[in-house]
């Protein structure tokens, strides 16, 4: 797929005042809106890592640094998943 081109223009004066160039406001802002996009959930995990040109790994240490939930669970998925890891422990157990 072919990559978009957003461009916008910024005054020096609001780069000055960040005491940021244009190349760390670029990238402040591709990080930015990922998080905000994926604590919307309207990008996955992996999508919003794309988006903010890194990998899912890194992006999620980010977003764990930030205090930002990466696994989202309401209490039903919860019990599902700790019935299936009890479940393999047993398993594992027999054998």
């Known amino acids: ?9 910024v ?9 940021i160039g244009s190349v760390e406001l670029l990238h402040r802002m591709r990080l930015l809106t990922a998080i905000a996009y994926f604590q919307e959930k309207k990008l996955s995990l992996g999508k919003a890592a794309e988006l903010a ?3 899912r790994l890194d992006f999620m240490d980010i ?14 998925d919860l ?14 157990d027999d054998n």
Not at 1 to 9: A, G, K, L, T, V
């Open 1 to 9: 797929m072919n990559p978009e081109m957003i461009s916008f223009e």
């Open 11 to 19: 005054s020096q004066d609001v780069l000055a005042a960040l005491k």
């Open 53 to 55: 040109g890194m990998n």
């Open 63 to 76: 977003l764990s640094q930030k205090g930002i939930v990466i696994f989202d669970y309401d209490e039903s």
């Open 79 to 92: 019990n599902t998943e700790l019935s299936g890891i009890t479940q393999l422990r047993f398993d594992n």
